[in-house]
């Protein structure tokens, strides 16, 4: 089963995701991971993307879709989740056809609604262990007191560029505009589910799988 997180910036995407990775065998296929990573890693794309994403504009569709089609060329009769991706009509239509092409079938796109207070709370205070990518989060999973990760033991934390308010609220004018036309357009298609994005982290994980079945 293939499926699709949907939501805003900061709404759990990326922690729901490394969730149903560990339980299910599911890639994780973050476009934003992606685009970081060819950041840090000083690449020609990289290099382009760079600025756009710390100003918390989205980057080309081109882009993004030519990263997915890699990852699914690259790994056959795997299932994925969809992390990020899509996040504009043009991006959710490549995607339609990529799925078509490569004999997949889309299983659930699952809206995670969150309120927006809530969300610049959240990503004002988070952080990721830089060794293994598990988040924290200052007010609902600080990070231990004697300063080690719970799942690697590392001490270096990092927090991301465009978590700060200025290019939060960027991200999020961004979505309202071009990401959230694609509730409607995944409803119409009767692919829709939604969840309550704000509860704890397994209550939110148990919503999804009692819906995935
Ligand atoms: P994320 O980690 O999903 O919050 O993405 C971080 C940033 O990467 C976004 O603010 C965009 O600049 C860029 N990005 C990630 N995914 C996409 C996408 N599907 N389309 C366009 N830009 C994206």
């Known amino acids: 089963m293939n499926i699709i997180l949907l939501g805003p910036p900061g709404a759990g995407k990326g922690t729901q995701a490394r969730k149903l990775t560990e339980e299910r065998g599911m890639i994780q296929l973050s476009t934003g991971d992606m685009l970081r990573e060819a950041k840090s890693s000083g690449t020609e794309m990289g290099k382009r993307v760079a600025a756009i994403m710390d100003a918390g504009q989205l980057v080309t569709d081109e882009i993004v879709i030519g990263l997915i089609e890699e990852k699914l060329d690259q ?3 795997a299932s994925f989740i969809f992390d990020g991706f899509p996040r504009t ?3 959710a239509d490549a995607l339609g056809a990529l799925l078509e092409r490569h004999g997949m079938m889309l299983g659930a796109v699952i809206e ?3 309120d927006d207070e809530a969300l610049v709370a959240r990503i004002t205070a988070r952080s990721t262990c830089a060794t293994c990518g598990e988040g924290y989060n200052d007010i609902s999973k600080p990070i231990p007191a004697d ?5 690697c033991g590392g001490t270096e934390f990092t927090r991301r560029a465009d978590d700060n308010e ?3 609220r960027t991200r999020l004018m961004e979505y309202y505009k071009k990401t959230s036309p ?3 357009y995944y409803w119409a298609k009767g692919d829709l589910k939604t969840v309550n994005g704000l509860g704890e982290i397994d209550e939110v994980a148990a919503e999804i799988t009692a819906l995935l079945g």
């Open 112 to 114: 995670m609604q969150v």
């Open 75 to 77: 790994n056959p009769g």
């Open 182 to 184: 694609l509730i409607g």
């Open 166 to 168: 200025e290019s939060l």
């Open 89 to 91: 009509l043009p991006q």
């Open 147 to 151: 300063g080690k990760c719970v799942k």
